[in-house]
């Protein structure tokens, strides 16, 4: 006996869609994003599955690393937005973890820290994000300490962030490479009147949507997060996206079937009527298996390669779906929520989110299952 509730994750797709991410520039390092337990699929088995293809792997916080490092990951990892206490400096050090630097107070920290070893940094600009990152004007500067710092790895890579990548049309991604590109132009004039030899520092500002739309933004390091899961992250059909495959295909089953009469209602607060008499499937997953509560009715499921409405109120543990037009529709039948055959950019669309909302909100409850 076992619920039939379960995510499915296929990694011979996550691997599919990281040979993409490496075809569409081969000259590249690619880090792949794997915050969030990987975008909900998993961190310790994305990054296992992942770690002969790429030459690091990016987290929101240190935590996130150490518990890959705890796992026996050995490959780099990357700290996105840097030391929150000074404590973190050290251990990174330690454990080879590089950081952010992404303000002034954090640059002093690790000026002052007296790590075991030297730290990999990046230097964080914010050319339009207005998250995290030190000002364009203050990059040459900061940049210049960090390089004179012993306790400092040599290889310092700049990085930006891009907010608008997704929408090809929008061109506040060449303001923000303007920007940049302005703050590159100030550093190599600090060194104009020096005797030390200058050469541009390796960056990395592409994340899965510049990779993609904005060929221009592929530098030394890519990345890539929201790709790798197999979702576009472009607002338009893209050739190389269309090819990405699905990595979680949220699947349940047909747990119970009624036929139920025209101008009955259906679920909680009785929110959806049938028209005419209707045959309704009970399937067994709800938005305590992170199937999201405000999903709409009409949000099609697949039963049997057909899709078919939810109607109704999502509960905790249930779902409720009209499959009078699939005669077919029997107890026990799989049913898939998004993945494969039902693109979860699109499901996220039905209840006004995004890909990444719903996957990273996958809770614990629902299993993991690893197919390769
Ligand atoms: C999350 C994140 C990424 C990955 O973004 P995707 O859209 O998932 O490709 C890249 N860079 C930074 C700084 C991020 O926070």
Avoid at 136 to 157: G, R, T, Y
Wanted: glycine share 6%; hydrophobic share 45%; charged share 20%.
């Amino acid at each position: 006996m076992a619920r039939p509730t379960k995510a499915i994750i296929d990694l011979s797709a996550l691997q599919h869609n990281c040979q993409l991410v490496k075809n569409l520039c081969p000259q590249s390092k690619n880090m792949a994003i794997i915050k969030a337990d990987a975008y909900g699929h998993g961190a310790i088995a994305v990054a296992r599955a992942l770690e002969d293809m790429v030459h690091g792997f990016g987290v929101a916080y240190i935590e996130e690393a150490l518990a890959l490092r705890k796992a026996g990951i050995t490959t780099s990892i990357h700290v996105l937005e840097g030391a929150i206490t000074t404590d973190e400096i050290d251990l990174a050090a330690e454990e080879n973890i590089s950081l952010a630097v992404t303000n002034q107070e954090q640059k002093l920290a690790i000026l002052a820290a007296q790590p075991v070893k030297p730290l990999q940094v990046w230097l964080s600009v914010d050319t339009g994000m207005r998250r995290l990152g030190i000002y364009p004007d203050e990059m040459a500067k900061m940049f210049n300490q960090l390089k004179a710092c012993d306790h400092v790895q040599d290889e310092l890579v700049i990085t930006t962030h891009f907010a608008c990548a997704d929408d090809v049309g929008n061109d506040f991604t060449s303001e923000q490479m303007r920007r940049l590109n302005g703050a590159l132009e100030q550093l190599r004039s600090t060194y104009c009147d020096s005797a030390r030899e200058f050469t541009d520092p390796p960056l990395s500002l592409a994340n899965s949507a510049a990779l993609l739309a904005w060929p221009n933004t592929r530098a030394e390091w890519n990345r890539p997060g929201i790709m790798l899961y197999g979702a576009s992250p472009l607002l338009t059909p893209h050739k190389i996206a269309d090819q990405l495959r699905p990595v979680m295909t949220l699947t349940s089953a047909i747990i119970a079937l009624r036929d139920v009469p025209a101008g009955e209602t259906v679920g909680y607060a009785a929110t959806w009527r049938t028209k005419a008499q209707s045959r309704i499937a009970t399937v067994a997953i709800g938005y305590g298996d992170g199937y999201p509560l405000q999903m709409p009715s009409g949000t099609p499921v697949l039963i049997n390669g057909q899709r078919c409405p939810i109607v109704g109120r999502v509960s905790m543990d249930m779902i409720t779906v009209d499959v009078s037009l699939l005669s077919s529709a029997a107890l026990g039948d799989e049913v898939v929520l998004w993945g494969r055959g039902l693109p979860v950019e699109d499901i996220a669309q039905c209840v006004g989110s995004i890909s990444y909302e719903l996957l990273t909100r996958m809770p614990l409850r629902t299993p993991r299952q690893y197919i390769t």
